[in-house]
């Protein structure tokens, strides 16, 4: 099968003429050049494929070295894991892309179940097979007349056709079990069924998740809060059981399902709204996620599971706020401005958007709505310089005053700077 004419309708124009650069270049130095895994699976798909995933049968440096020569640029190398990073010259640059990517074929092995692979230089064939399921396994070559074949040494293309998820061989959630969660992924992303027999395998395998790092668990469900239907994929792996073996405290239960649901929306809100755009508040997608999902732990769950996920340091100070700022929605119906300022100028404001998104009571929403996008701005013209200036000692006494002003501003008991200076003499003389 031949898939040049889908190469050519499905790239971008920039992609295509990369690619047509590096196909050239291959066969002189006598190298078999393909796109292999995900970007074929999109290709076929029909969906924009980020990254091109150029994978060379043989020395990817020598082949990137050969491009800068002849092109121009400048190569990066990793000779450890046979990579390098072409950086184009000016007149091939784009805004979208700096540079290309570009891989040697290899080998992987594992010595022991969940560990690393131990990569080494390998056969297009090595490539193909130590991949995680037939739909990533489909390849096609591009180096000079061969471009455009596909090759599909695993049946990826009738599994990709049928939809379906398929593990390559028996060890291969024993191998990688972050593979279960990438299985889910896949099937919710794409709608795809995960074979029976590779169920069979996760049964099987799921054991060893206790066996994964922090760090690499954290990973896969970051990548499942950054899709749209993050919600989906989920309660799939809540389903198959593949949360609590991670840790007890790990559910997914209906009003979780509901607000992730609403991740989508949220996350549009959050690009959309000005304070956020202009101050860079944004938070990055799969953060939000873990706040609208965990919100309603509590806050020692939200300890146990940091213990086991490590989150980062923003992101943990976020988890304990929503916990709390949840918990104790309710309390905060009937507030003044002033006091609602106070308690939430605690919390990080990411945290309090969230939990903003989602409270119950629209007085509650409003309130932090209200907070968001008004009131954490408000000050009084009033500084320290001017309380300097009216000859007003300085110490802990200037805190005091400019808060009560700020507050009086807030609850609009002052409307105006006549009025403010009214209350700021009164102030003075009491204080
Ligand atoms: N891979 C694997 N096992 C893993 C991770 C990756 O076998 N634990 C293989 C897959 O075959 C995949 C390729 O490495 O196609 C590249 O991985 P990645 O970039 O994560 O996957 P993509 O297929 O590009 O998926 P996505 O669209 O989610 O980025």
């Not at 074949?149 to 291969?172: F, N, T, V, Y």
């Not at 059981?241 to 399902?257: E, G, K, N, V, Y």
């Amino acid at each position: 099968m031949n898939l040049k004419s889908q190469l050519e309708s499905t790239l971008t124009p920039d992609q295509l003429r990369i690619l047509q650069l590096v196909a050239d270049e291959a066969p002189q130095s006598g190298l078999p050049l393909y796109i292999i895994g995900g970007s074929v699976r999109d290709l076929i798909l029909g969906s924009a494929t980020k990254d091109l995933d150029l994978t060379v049968e043989g020395d990817a440096i020598a082949l990137a070295r050969a491009l800068a020569k002849r092109h121009g640029g400048k190569v990066t190398a990793h000779s450890k894991f046979g990579t390098a990073n072409w950086f184009l010259p000016k007149d091939l640059m784009t805004e979208s892309r700096e540079s290309v990517d570009l891989i040697s074929a290899r080998s992987e092995t594992y010595k022991h179940p969940a560990a690393l692979p131990t990569v080494k230089p390998g056969s297009i064939t090595d490539d193909i097979r130590r991949r995680d399921f037939t739909l990533n396994t489909l390849a096609i070559r591009l180096d000079g007349a061969h471009f455009g074949e596909l090759r599909d040494d695993l049946g990826g293309m009738d599994d990709l056709k049928q939809g379906i998820i398929r593990a390559l061989h028996q060890k291969s959630f024993l191998d990688d079990p972050t593979r279960m969660y990438r299985a889910v992924r896949y099937a919710e992303r794409y709608g795809f069924e995960i074979a029976d027999e590779t169920l069979a395998l996760i049964h099987k395998a799921r054991p060893l998740i206790a066996k994964l790092s922090a760090q690499r668990i954290r990973h896969e469900l970051d990548l499942i809060l950054e899709e749209w239907n993050a919600a989906a994929m989920l309660a799939r792996l809540a389903d198959l059981d593949l949360l609590q073996p991670i840790h007890p405290a790990l559910t997914f239960d209906s009003s979780m399902r509901e607000r992730v649901a609403n991740l989508h929306t949220y996350r549009g809100l959050q690009h959309l709204s000005p304070w956020n755009i202009t101050r860079g508040e944004q938070m990055n997608d799969s953060d939000l996620g873990w706040l609208l999902w965990l919100m309603s732990l509590s806050q020692e769950q939200v300890s146990a599971l940091n213990d086991r996920l490590h989150f980062t340091a923003d992101l943990l100070a976020s988890l304990f706020a929503v916990s709390m700022m949840f918990r104790d929605q309710s309390s905060f119906v009937g507030w003044k401005p002033s006091e609602c300022v106070e308690h939430l100028e605690s919390f990080p404001v990411n945290a309090v958007e969230a939990v903003g998104y989602v409270a119950r009571d629209p007085r509650v929403k409003e309130l932090f709505d209200e907070y968001i996008s008004k009131w954490r701005y408000i000050k009084p013209h009033t500084t320290g310089d001017t309380l300097k200036a009216l000859g007003v000692e300085p110490g802990p006494r200037y805190a005091v005053i400019l808060r009560q002003l700020r507050n009086a501003w807030l609850d609009g008991e002052v409307k105006t700077a006549e009025e403010e200076k009214r209350l700021l003499k009164s102030l003075i003389s009491e204080n």
